[in-house]
């Protein structure tokens, strides 16, 4: 079998090496027959997949690989897309790319095809943020856009997602379209590479200034923010994006004290100071952390390489800065967003949250206590947004998130908004600091009233095709051999989103869930532990989130509890083997 692929893959590589490739990339392909039949095999096994949110993947040579060719064709496939479905109009789309090598190329090329194809084209000047390119997309009524990013992923990665006329990344029907549409592209000769510079307009920094003013709207205690203007913000953009628009938009809504991480101002695709440009790993906010130590900041703030998530760091009870986890910095934000719309008069019994089904429930409580609704989505911050475009006019968005440190408030963005995080979790960092509490003392207070939530969520990493193998195998397993206890209580609800079917154990009740099918499941215990597990979309690695709950009847006792839920999650991981 591996002699049958290593001659399919050849015979692919060899269409590099006769077709209308640059002679650059047949260099490289030459030299991978050559020399290095295991990244041959990976570079041309299968095709760069067009996912539901677009591309990502390894740069480099081949089928498999993010460069111009597999950039292009999926471009042209979008290009056929958006022409079918808005025929006879005036089309326009808009391009952003981040701090990735070979991001500027990628947006160029695409740029260059989507105009080839008479489609007008806004082209930002340099790197922006994601969410900037959602919120361009509305500002400037385009019916389509893409960023090129791979996120948080490591340096060798690029990518880019894919949006629609609401600003928001494509969901059903349009993504199995384009994914279509870009799967009939079957050649490098298909695609119009010869674009029309005279309608590619350049964006500059007007955009930015627009945008930040929309963020300042959202401002729930201008006044406390001028009481704690000093508030001490170490901020890091990790090499990335961030480092255009986060410190101005601070200061733009007031804050005096934006405290810096110079070695990591320096915007670089191959992230020097770190081994991952992601604000979940506390490895990465190390620099930060030592910068808030020395100036005795308040809080720690650090943005992915596009700036669409944001890690958090505040000083725990004991003084020292501990990282937040995304669930801990969500609720904590949800909580404040909630708490000064009622203090401000804003609840009308039209509003209501967003948390995807992996996210907290703690929100879901909080939600439930204030009377507000909420919705609970897939993952992806693409469903967030297709439930503010289905309730746009009828119902108002307060807030969202989901505990990969993405969150958003307001409607005029479309996509989780560190820019905007990065203002509204300092303002709620001041509104604590003029009640003289810490972060963590408003997070106690959470854990008091609806419970102490702790969780956390464990990556197997599994690479290449033996590894992608290897995790749908897993997700059969348990599939056919669920876990009937965990951490030491019987598991009574088990959700099968890709059946689309709940069951319950104790009556065998089965019910629909009513959601797009999707590769999770979950199990719920009777002492209300929730586990989720999901093969990642974008990466190579299937997720398990593990959450936990007990009481905390005060403060003095948080660090015993926190300790036995950690004992628990310990147990759960144990049982799941991993």
């Known amino acids: 079998m591996q002699t049958n692929l290593l001659q399919e893959v050849k015979a692919k590589a060899k269409i590099w090496l006769d077709g209308?490739?640059?002679?650059?990339t047949k260099?490289?392909?030459?030299?991978?027959?050559?020399?290095?039949?295991?990244?041959?095999?990976?570079?041309?096994?299968?095709?760069?997949?067009?996912?539901?949110?677009?591309?990502?993947?390894?740069?480099?040579?081949?089928?498999?690989?993010?460069?111009?060719?597999?950039?292009?064709?999926?471009?042209?496939?979008?290009?056929?897309?958006?022409?079918?479905?808005?025929?006879?109009?005036?089309?326009?789309?808009?391009?952003?790319?981040?701090?990735?090598?070979?991001?500027?190329?990628?947006?160029?090329?695409?740029?260059?095809?989507?105009?080839a194809n008479g489609i007008k084209v806004f082209l930002f000047d340099s790197l922006r943020p994601t969410p900037e390119l959602s919120f361009a997309?509305?500002?400037?009524?385009?019916?389509?856009?893409?960023?090129?990013?791979?996120?948080?992923?490591?340096?060798?990665y690029n990518g880019y997602k894919v949006y629609w006329d609401d600003g928001g990344q494509i969901i059903a029907p349009h993504d199995k379209n384009i994914i279509n549409e870009v799967k009939n592209i079957s050649s490098i000769n298909e695609v119009k590479w010869n674009g029309n510079n005279d309608i590619i307009v350049t964006l500059d920094n007007e955009i930015d200034n627009i945008y930040i003013e929309k963020i300042k709207e959202l401002s729930l205690s201008p006044n406390i923010i001028e009481q704690q203007k000093d508030l001490k913000i170490v901020y890091t953009p990790i090499h990335g994006t961030g480092v255009i628009l986060a410190p101005k938009a601070l200061k733009a809504v007031g804050f005096t004290n934006i405290i810096n991480v110079p070695e990591q101002d320096m915007v670089d695709g191959n992230f020097p100071t770190v081994k991952s440009p992601n604000p979940e790993e506390t490895a990465a906010l190390n620099m930060a952390l030592n910068k808030a130590k020395a100036t005795n900041a308040d809080i720690v703030m650090a943005t992915d390489p596009d700036a669409d998530r944001v890690g958090v760091a505040v000083k725990n009870n004991k003084g020292e800065f501990e990282l937040l986890n995304g669930n801990q910095t969500g609720s904590f934000l949800i909580y404040y967003l909630i708490t000064k719309w009622k203090e401000n008069g804003l609840l009308t019994g039209k509003e209501y949250l967003v948390k995807t089904i992996v996210t907290t429930e703690l929100i879901a409580d909080m939600a439930k206590d204030y009377n507000i609704?909420?919705?609970?989505?897939?993952?992806?911050?693409?469903?967030?947004?297709?439930?503010i475009k289905v309730n746009e006019g009828k119902k108002k968005f307060i807030g969202g998130g989901e505990e990969s440190y993405g969150y958003l408030a307001g409607e005029f963005v479309r996509d989780k908004d560190a820019i905007m995080a990065c203002v509204l979790i300092a303002e709620a960092t001041a509104w604590a600091k003029s009640q003289n509490k810490s972060v963590f003392d408003i997070l106690a207070e959470i854990y008091q009233k609806y419970g102490f939530y702790k969780e956390q969520l464990v990556n197997l990493v599994k690479k290449g095709k033996t590894g992608a193998e290897k995790i749908q195998q897993m997700m059969v397993d348990f599939r056919e051999t669920p876990p009937t206890e965990l951490g030491g209580s019987e598991v009574i609800l088990i959700k099968d989103y890709d059946a689309q079917i709940e069951i319950d154990l104790s009556t065998g009740l089965k019910k629909p869930i009513n959601l797009p099918s999707s590769n999770v499941l979950q199990f719920f215990t009777a002492d209300g532990s929730k586990i989720s597990v999901r093969p990642s979309g974008t990466e190579p690695k299937i997720k398990f989130y593990i959450g936990v709950k007990a009481d905390l009847c005060c403060t003095e006792e948080y660090d015993n509890v926190n300790s036995k839920l950690e004992t628990k999650i310990k147990s759960i991981c144990k049982d799941l083997n991993i």
């Open 20 to 24: 209308d490739y640059d002679e650059e």
């Open 27 to 115: 260099k490289r392909v030459k030299h991978l027959l050559e020399n290095d039949e295991a990244e041959l095999i990976e570079s041309f096994y299968r095709e760069l997949e067009f996912g539901t949110g677009g591309l990502r993947g390894i740069m480099g040579v081949g089928t498999n690989r993010m460069n111009i060719y597999t950039v292009g064709m999926a471009t042209q496939g979008l290009c056929n897309y958006i022409l079918q479905q808005f025929p006879n109009q005036d089309i326009s789309v808009a391009i952003a790319y981040d701090c990735r090598n070979n991001g500027k190329l990628y947006s160029d090329t695409a740029a260059q095809i989507f105009s």
């Open 137 to 156: 997309i509305r500002h400037l009524g385009c019916k389509s856009g893409i960023v090129v990013t791979a996120s948080h992923n490591p340096k060798e």
């Open 373 to 387: 609704e909420y919705f609970d989505v897939l993952t992806g911050f693409k469903f967030i947004a297709n439930i």
